[in-house]
């Protein structure tokens, strides 16, 4: 998606070499949202060879795009996992860890009561960014636990140099991402691949 492209161009801070890309102006802190109804649009442009029952995300950051995705699916379901079990979740729900692969990370889980996802619906999974894809995988296991069909996995900044866009399309799940980074440094700026 070449506006994204171009947003990520201008408005992102890139952290060391092949670390972190900060998109806080649009996506992250401050959300533009003109900007992320064409994001869901695309999202929806891409998927539309596919019926897609509901949406399945993680909070926080993956709310916002997967309610505008919603839209632009007319007004589709958004669930999103929840990285805290509260007292509001309480019944039945499903459960899948986040592995870390970092140290400075743990483990931790994410939960999706079952009132929520239905055997035999097709689920989309949208998210932010894909990295190591420790959060996809973990959504991916819940969609399964749920008896929900994965049409696929709409990413709107993959970290191509990381592992995760490789491994989850190794599982044969389907992912579009807007915009895929091969590389970046400070001094380099960002390359797409
Ligand atoms: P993974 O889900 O693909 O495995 O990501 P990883 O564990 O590597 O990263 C953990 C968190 O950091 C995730 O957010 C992920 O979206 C985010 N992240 C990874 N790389 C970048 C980056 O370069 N820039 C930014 N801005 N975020 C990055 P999260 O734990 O789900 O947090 P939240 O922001 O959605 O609350």
Known sequence: ??????????QGKIRG??????VDSFLNHQM???FLTQIGREFRRRFQDCQVDRILTIE?????IACLAALAFDNIPVVFAKKNKTKNIAGDVSISQVESFTQSKRPYNI?????FLHPGEKVLLI????ANGS???ALIDIAGQAGCEVVGAGIVIEKAFQPGGERIRGQGVRVESLARIQAMSEEAGVVFA
């Open 127 to 130: 998210d932010d960014f894909l």
């Open 1 to 10: 998606m070449e506006e994204l492209k171009q947003r990520i161009r201008e």
């Open 32 to 34: 533009d949202v003109g």
């Open 60 to 64: 926080a950051s993956g709310i916002g």
């Open 135 to 137: 959060a996809l995988s």
């Open 111 to 115: 939960f999706v009561s079952k009132e």
């Open 17 to 22: 070499t092949n670390e972190i890309l900060k």
